[in-house]
Nanobody, 117 residues
Framework: QLVESGGGLVQAGDSLRLSCAASGRPLNNYALGWFRQALGKEREFVARINRSGGSTLYAGSVKGRFTISRDNAKNTVYLQMNSLKPDDTAIYLC????????????WGQGTQVTVSS
């Protein structure tokens, strides 16, 4: 089970750090990703980190502002979000999958991030 936390209501330009913790499943076996879904829009990719943490990938819209990281000892993945914009408003979900595939097998329920202008 993946459980996200850290969402909230912030103003444009603020920062938030999202966390995704796993129970009953060691995350060090998986690549981890963050996705988001805004109201009325399709889910979109945000960031990904491989099993070792040595490789990351970002959507163009967040590159330079967001940072994904992981702490395998704490079984947790993070998303540091800086310089937030109203367009970043969405439900943010974490997911776990294989290092060798773009597919994700396990998903959290999401945490709401709202950025006011």
């Amino acid at each position: 089970q993946l459980v996200e936390s850290g969402g909230g209501l912030v103003q444009a330009g603020d920062s938030l750090r999202l966390s995704c913790a796993a129970s009953g499943r060691p995350l060090n076996n998986y690549a981890l990703g963050w996705f988001r879904q805004a109201l009325g829009k399709e889910r979109e990719f945000v960031a990904r980190i491989n099993r070792s943490g040595g490789s990351t990938l970002y959507a163009g819209s967040v590159k330079g502002r967001f940072t994904i990281s992981r702490d395998n000892a704490k079984n947790t993945v993070y998303l540091q979000m800086n310089s937030l914009k109203p367009d970043d408003t969405a439900i943010y979900l974490c997911a776990a999958g294989s290092d060798y595939s773009a597919a994700y097998s396990y998903w959290g329920q999401g945490t709401q991030v709202t950025v006011s202008s």
